[in-house]
């Protein structure tokens, strides 16, 4: 699997975060995420692209205006990605910011996205 696979399917993943219409998210999701892929942060967790379409639409009423973007390019090796994201607001100032790990199933899919918020923390 090359780096282009886990930017494209990232891409399509970030852009599903942006998507205000549900069939339209759906249908991003249906190209990246896997039939059962496991979206996980500190804040929920759900399984499936029905599910995480839900969330992100949930995610949409409770921060109008706000949106989620890529603030670096993808990361890949082995099936492994990473990335760093900001929450921006609607008054268009960063509200928070963080990282995800995910892994692609064989057909290049999201299989897993782990997110977490915030730098990590001082060491000690």
């Known amino acids: 699997m090359t780096a282009a696979i886990g930017q494209e399917t990232v891409g399509r993943y970030a852009a599903a975060w942006v998507e205000p219409d ?16 496991e979206y996980c942060d500190p804040a929920s967790r759900v399984t499936g692209r029905q599910a995480l379409s839900d969330l992100i639409g949930a995610f949409q009423d409770r921060q109008p205006g706000a949106r989620i973007e890529p603030t670096s390019g ?23 910011e963080g990282i995800d790990f995910g892994e692609l199933d ?17 060491p000690g």
């Open 106 to 122: 064989g057909a290049g899919r999201l299989r897993r996205i782990v997110g977490f918020f915030g730098r990590p923390p001082e």
């Open 22 to 37: 549900a069939t339209a998210r759906r249908a991003l999701l249906d190209s990246c995420w896997a039939d059962d892929g």
């Open 74 to 96: 993808v990361d890949e090796h082995d099936g492994f990605v990473r990335f760093t994201w900001r929450m921006v607001a609607a008054d268009g100032s960063t509200a928070s």
